[in-house]
């Protein structure tokens, strides 16, 4: 018989009641404490990170392995061109082509090379598996990483997988590691569009922003739901092509691909909308869109990438089988485009 200290008798079951009381009554506090510190982190971020990050791709040589050296010259240029926020590893950066074990040594080189130029870095470590995730989002945390981001786990993710498995895997992250985690909405790759509920749900566990597209009913919808659990939570628009839609609802800034092969066009964009130059931002924004256009009339934007730095003069190196490269062809027409409308600027 156990005893309380007034010795008043107690049942093992009332015992063991007590100590189950106990411990969730910490666990309740540790996440309260963790929601705090997650939406500190994330009012630190709205005031002092950049509000362009690019999503670099990732640098092979012609034998497809990983070629950092490549990886680190894109860095150097961005950060010559004024953009100081990089995300690393994700689609651009072709992350399903990599194992863990190179997803780990890309972002130990990158997120070094990028915190001695003085830029932030967001590694992406979504993955199908919740385990791997986690050990990828502790590594980028351990190299000094300012925040990751995931995707739902996919493959399984519009046929197995219910609403509770999608949020285990996010509450996994945030109760892993001590950096914002951010939710990156690709519906298109994963084939899982989140429903508003799910943005609530997201924003309660913990998650400190979303990075998202589409039409500008649904992502208003979702920055507000967001911000509505989580007030200071990040929202950043998903692509360059809702870049001054994502102003408009309210966005911190953009994740954009374009950049790598058009950065004054971003940059100046993101300066007209600082600037409140709605017009200007307008007619910046439709350049954006005709660039995207050439970026992806023979292949995934991604992969002409490579091509536009080469013609900056940076060695990025090449694309990983399956994606393939542009004929010369194909090349020469696609920057010749890009380089008129960068010229309109």
Known sequence: MAYWSS??????????????LRSVSRHIQYNRLRFLDTSLLAAHMKTSWPTIFVPIVTSFNHRGDVFIEGTKNIISFLYDQGIHGIWLLGSYGSFPLLSSDERIFITTEAVNHAQNLGMRTIVNVGAPATRTAVELAQHAEK?????????VPFYYSSTHYRLANNLEFFSSLVENVRIPVIYYNNAGATG?????????????????GIKDKGDFVAMAERCQEMRRHQPDAIYLSGATSVHLQGHLVGADGVTSGTALAAPK??????????????????????LILKVR????????????????????????????????????????EVIQEIDQLVAEL
């Open 143 to 151: 190299c000094g990483a300012d925040a990751v981001a995931a995707v």
């Open 192 to 208: 899982f569009s989140p429903s508003n509920h799910f943005i609530r749900e997201l924003a309660k566990i913990g998650i400190a």
């Open 7 to 20: 010795h008043r008798p107690v049942s093992k079951v009332g015992l063991i009641y007590t100590r189950l």
């Open 293 to 332: 256009v050439a970026m992806g009339r023979y292949a995934g934007r991604a992969v002409s990438a490579y091509d536009a730095l080469a013609h900056f003069g940076i060695d990025a190196g090449t694309c990983r089988s399956p994606w393939l490269r542009l004929t010369e062809i194909q090349a020469r």
């Open 265 to 286: 066009l971003v940059t100046g964009l993101q300066a007209a909308l600082d600037d409140g130059a709605i017009d200007e931002a307008l007619r910046i924004q439709k």
